[in-house]
């Protein structure tokens, strides 16, 4: 599926990176172009494409610090100078756009959903998002931004991908050394995704297209991302179990969403050597996808990969009565109480003295 990525704010432009860093690296030429929009300049310094910085005469350069009505005021304000931008990025290949932020912090929480409304008004093809849910440590405004942000973006997008940070979280890790192996892990699991419905010459078989992708997702809402991978055998025959457990763990344990397991649509991809890839084993694969997600709309094709590992890569659409996401609200909702409590009580250095925030409860 050819692409193009718009990353926003700090997590947005970081992952977007990474994003184009495996795309080139695998040689799979899914990623068209990509652009990283901040109001923070530091943090455009190491982005090695282009770049927009917005809300100069706002902030001057330094970010909005946290505050997501100020992301979405100064992405409103510069939106025309991101959109030209994009002009050239967005060619007549281009099958899907994907705006990626992190949804607890200012300039990504705020930014993305304007941008998202803006880019479904001009273009044809679908815009997606891919955002970053705070880890349930990360502090109270963290999950109040993403909690107002998780549901604009929703709406205004064709489908929001989400991945929670603490789904790939290690122990023994430093904060920024977390974010990197969470960053390779994402790019590695969407660029995947993304190269998956691209067209391959000289295999005829099962091979997904991204329309496949594009109809998995297509029921909106919101969508997770599951992969899973092992040793391959040399021949079909010794791999028809190992499908079958990679793709158990990628739904079980292996969602960039944790405990999403039922969704409307899903779109399952077996990557491999060509004829170390199980018809049988597949068939087997998709099935059992199928009753476990309880959706009649389980689409499946094969990735030919040259790899001496097989892998599973499953796309939930439609997710959003996980458990995850209820508990995820869940912990928004009582960050707001906290944060009205604090105001009621005169705390002004803990409250938001916000309106919006009754938006969550
Ligand atoms: P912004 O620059 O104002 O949009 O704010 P950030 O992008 O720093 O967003 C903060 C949120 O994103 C927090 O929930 C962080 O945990 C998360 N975050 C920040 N950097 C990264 C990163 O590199 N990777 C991941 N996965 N999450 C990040």
Redesign the pocket.
Known sequence: MKTVLIG?????G??TRELVDFDDRMEFGAVLDAVAV?S?KA?LQEIPFETVLVGQDRVKGH??G?DNEL?ADVMQSDKTEVLSALDDSVSAEAEAIFVV?????????G?APVLVKELKRIYDVPVYALG?L??RN?GAM?QVN?GRSLKTVAREADSLLL?D?DAFRSSGESLEQG??A??RA?AQRVGLLFASGEAVEGVAESVVDSSEVINTLRSGGIAALGYAAAESAEDAEGNINTVMSTTRRALLTGTSLPEASKADSALLVIAGEPDTIPRKGVERARRWVEEETGSLQVRGGDFPLRSGRIASLILLGGVERSDRLEAFMQRAKDAVKEAKEAEEREDPADAWSNDELDDLI
């Open positions: 926003v704010g700090q997590a947005g970081k992952l901040n923070a943090d970010g909005v946290g992301g932020a992190g949804l607890g912090g200012g300039t990504g929480s930014g970053i705070p880890g990360e963290y993403a991945v940070n974010f990197d969470i960053n994402i």
